[in-house]
T-cell receptor, first 116, second 114 residues
Framework: EAGVAQSPRYKIIEKRQSVAFWCNPI?????LYWYQQILGQGPKLLIQ????????DSQLPKDRFSAERLKGVDSTLKIQPAKLEDSAVYLC??????????????FGPGTRLTVL | GNSVTQMEGPVTLSEEAFLTINCTYT??????LFWYVQYPGEGLQLLLK?????DKGSNKGFEATYRKETTSFHLEKGSVQVSDSAVYFC?????????????FGTGTLLAVQP
């Protein structure tokens, strides 16, 4: 079974530029997560989708970050404009179901973003 | 709010040494607890989990017991190998209700020397 796919793996941009990350979850997984992992810290949830609806985006900086999951499959996360403090690894994860009980989350390899 | 605290690294051990990585948590309700591992250049992988008090999670020689009285979930392995070198993350899931997001500790780098 194919794992969670993410692209690109690395991205370097100047501050105030825009960037987008793509994630393709494991086939059939209803729940998709985006986490931000700053160097030296644990991952922090940015947004959680259940199918194509948003379940939790309380930690998403909505003035500059946006995410969508069209058709309940793959997802894109966008930053516009980027700031220096956005330098981090952006992790995508998926799980079979997200409500009422815990299902294992499967993580992709991440996208390492460097903002100069 | 809910949080996870784990011991800072790096932890450097010789092969076949005993490993303990401490993890304590603060949570309301009854969270599930996890250890994730991140090998160099790879994504996070679930190592083991425990969903209720006194449960013991185990995998690949690693163990951790969910201790509600001490709010702890320490990771142990009796004999580490060079291939165990990785970053280990303790995490909890708030897993009741609409979401089951994971809250992670800061991670502990383990380096095992031959």
């Amino acid at each position: 079974e194919a794992g969670v796919a993410q692209s690109p793996r690395y991205k370097i941009i100047e501050k105030r530029q825009s960037v987008a990350f793509w994630c393709n979850p494991i086939s059939g997984h209803a729940t998709l997560y985006w986490y931000q992992q700053i160097l030296g810290q644990g991952p922090k949830l940015l947004i959680q989708f259940q199918n194509n609806g948003v379940v939790d985006d309380s930690q998403l900086p909505k003035d500059r970050f946006s995410a969508e999951r069209l058709k309940g499959v793959d997802s894109t996360l966008k930053i516009q404009p980027a700031k220096l403090e956005d330098s981090a690894v952006y992790l995508c994860a998926s799980s079979p179901s997200g409500r009422g009980s815990y299902n294992e989350q499967f993580f992709g390899p991440g996208t390492r973003l460097t903002v100069l | 709010g809910n949080s996870v605290t784990q011991m800072e690294g790096p932890v450097t051990l010789s092969e076949e040494a005993f490993l303990t990585i401490n993890c304590t948590y603060t949570a309301t309700g009854y969270p599930s607890l996890f250890w994730y591992v991140q090998y160099p250049g790879e994504g996070l992988q679930l190592l083991l989990k425990a969903t209720k008090a006194d449960d013991k999670g185990s995998n690949k020689g690693f163990e951790a017991t969910y201790r509600k009285e001490t709010t702890s979930f320490h990771l142990e392995k009796g004999s580490v190998q060079v291939s165990d070198s990785a970053v280990y993350f303790c995490a909890l899931s708030e897993g009741r209700g609409a979401t089951n997001k994971l809250i992670f500790g800061t991670g502990t780098l383990l380096a095992v020397q031959p």
